[in-house]
T-cell receptor
């Protein structure tokens, strides 16, 4: 199993550009989420989804958009990139999102916005 | 949300046991105690979790105080590969969307 796969691994954008960070999992997990991690900080939740067609906001959702059309994929869209969105982005999944379930994380996308 | 308190950093020698403490004095009865670790330039990795009883798996052991206000992650024989930031996280009502990462404990393992 590949687990949680994130693409691209690295990306440089100019301010105002848009892009989509891809996340795919092959474990048939219902729950998926996106986090960002700034230097020296813990992870902060951006958006999450408890199943196909259902998404909700986390702690820091502004400037980001998500959709969940399939169980496997949960893309994160930056609508108009800003330097404050320079960060490392992690995608995670778990079977149903229950509080007793471990989450599986991808290796991250390192995003720089100039 | 219940908060956790961990030391900013700890140091250990290779092949020695490591005890990583976590205080969570405001834990509620339904909160699970999770531990994750993050190696340099990688995503967080699940280590172990528990509710009331001590737990063991191939990676580590989790010792939970009787009043559940604190817990300890035990690495039985530290290796260089165990050098990472370790996060102690409580999950309760609401499930995984309540996974809140603090700054964790940075573990240095000396050869």
């Amino acid at each position: 199993n590949a687990g949680v796969t994130q693409t691209p691994k690295f990306q440089v954008l100019k301010t105002g550009q848009s892009m989509t960070l891809q996340c795919a999992q092959d474990m048939n997990h219902e729950y998926m989420s996106w986090y960002r991690q700034d230097p020296g900080m813990g992870l902060r939740l951006i958006h999450y989804s408890v199943g196909a067609g259902i998404t909700d906001q986390g702690e820091v959702p502004n400037g980001y958009n998500v959709s969940r059309s399939t169980t496997e994929d949960f893309p994160l869209r930056l609508l108009s990139a800003a330097p404050s969105q320079t960060s490392v982005y992690f995608c995670a999944s778990s079977p149903t999102g229950g509080s007793n379930q471990p989450q599986h994380f991808g290796d991250g996308t390192r995003l720089s916005i100039l | 949300d219940a908060k956790t308190t961990q030391p900013n950093s700890m140091e250990s020698n290779e092949e020695e046991p490591v005890h990583l403490p976590c205080n969570h004095s405001t834990i509620s009865g339904t909160d699970y105690i999770h531990w994750y670790r993050q190696l340099p330039s990688q995503g967080p990795e699940y280590v172990i979790h528990g509710l009331t009883s001590n737990v063991n798996n191939r990676m580590a052991s989790l010792a939970i105080a009787e009043d559940r206000k604190s817990s300890t992650l035990i690495l039985h024989r530290a290796t260089l590969r165990d050098a990472a930031v370790y996060y102690c996280i409580l999950t309760g009502q609401g499930g995984s969307e309540k996974l809140v990462f603090g700054k964790g404990t940075k573990l240095t393992v000396n050869p």
